[in-house]
């Protein structure tokens, strides 16, 4: 497990769990994906699950953050309700792709 600091603007869309401020799904994608966009971390897209994601919430919460974020969850949606691929699977789409 990693814990990240974010900018105060940014500490929102959290329950209370135990004592722990833990993200919902959507939020913790946001995050992801501002912290690879201000290079703080480096993550495999195609690796997300995005299965039971709210795309309404989703969308809401990333006019908080910039727009090099926003732009790259505006082409996240697309994926929604899509699950892991497992190893096979992303040869198998990699090789449709090329």
Same mark, same amino acid.
């Given at each position: 497990?990693?814990?990240?600091? $974010? ?7 959290? =329950?209370?769990?135990? /004592? @722990?401020?833990?993200? !919902?799904?959507? #939020? ?7 912290? $690879? ?7 495999? =897209?195609?690796?997300? /699950? @995005?299965?039971?994601? !709210?795309?309404? #919430? ?41």
């Amino acid at each position: 497990m990693e814990y990240r600091q $974010l900018k105060e603007e940014y500490f929102f869309g959290y =329950i209370l769990d135990n /004592s @722990l401020y833990v993200a !919902e799904p959507e #939020k913790a994608v946001l995050d992801q994906l501002y912290l $690879l966009s201000i290079g703080k971390a480096t993550s495999d =897209i195609s690796e997300w /699950s @995005l299965v039971g994601m !709210e795309e309404n #919430k989703f969308l809401d919460y990333s006019k908080r953050f910039p727009k090099r974020v926003q732009d790259k969850a505006n082409r996240l949606i697309l994926r929604f309700g899509e699950r892991v691929a497992t190893l096979k699977e992303k040869e198998s789409i990699k090789k449709e792709r090329d």
